[in-house]
């Protein structure tokens, strides 16, 4: 065997020249156990309880076709998003979906919140207290550091009554007046949220607690504006007792 053929052959052994490469190995999270201890522990949780203090209206359109050409747009969601979606409004026998008039999501169980009405309250609180807080950009932090479970938050099997109200609107061709009509929920229904802050400086839950307290001003739900919707809360668990009544 020439001498060129036996170099060869050892660079094969010795750098793996010409021989099938090995399979990568997928590198490890370079981060230390300790620290990633640390870290998952930062993912911080509280339970609350919220209890209404004023009716909550409802804020679905009974109208299905409404909610896909409306309420769908305004949301930016893809066609299977409103699909699903519109399967959960519940739709008026007798109204045959008459626009104006609002209710709840609604499933076997009975009527129900998304987890998102919760976190909108609390994004709508931290912008007009922004300034108060002092903390830029407010809104933003809790859309991206701040969770609220579980998706769904039953409130009971049916509304407990139906409010119909006058809406004024100036138009360009004088006022008008027109009629809304909401399904409500009674003062005095409580249910319960989990809350949960990804670690960030200036987001902690004295500062939840401070947008919770809003909800005694302007609550959940439609017309908050005239004070429906209205809310105290409750941090729930061990060694946690504090409340805000209304």
Avoid at 113 to 130: P, S, T, W
Wanted: charged share 30%; net charge neutral.
């Amino acid at each position: 065997m020439s001498s060129g053929s036996a170099e060869a052959k050892d660079a094969v052994k010795e750098h793996g020249v010409g021989s099938k490469k090995a399979p990568r190995k997928k590198p490890e999270l370079d981060i230390d156990p300790k620290d990633l201890a640390e870290l998952r522990q930062a993912f911080q949780s509280r339970r609350y309880r919220l209890t209404l203090l004023e009716p909550m209206l409802g804020t679905v359109p009974t109208s299905k076709d409404l909610f896909t050409r409306f309420v769908a747009e305004k949301a930016g969601l893809e066609p299977e998003e409103v699909a699903v979606e519109a399967e959960m409004v519940p739709e008026d026998k007798n109204e045959k979906g008459q626009a104006g008039y609002t209710s709840f999501y609604r499933d076997a169980d009975g009527i129900y919140l998304f987890d998102y009405h919760i976190k909108g309250f609390l994004k709508e609180a931290g912008q007009v207290l922004k300034d108060v807080l002092k903390v830029a950009a407010l809104r933003s932090k809790l859309d991206n550091f701040c969770f609220v479970m579980p998706r769904y938050i039953h409130l009971q099997e049916e509304p407990d009554g139906c409010l119909e109200r006058p809406l004024r609107a100036q138009t360009m061709q004088g006022p008008r007046v027109a009629l809304a009509k909401s399904d409500f929920v009674d003062p005095g229904r409580s249910f319960e949220v989990e809350i949960v802050l990804l670690p960030h400086h200036e987001l902690n839950y004295k500062l939840i607690e401070l947008l919770l307290d809003y909800g005694r001003l302007k609550g959940l739900g439609q017309f908050r504006n005239g004070s429906y919707g209205r809310f105290s809360w409750e941090r729930l668990g061990r060694g946690h007792a504090k409340r805000c009544t209304g």
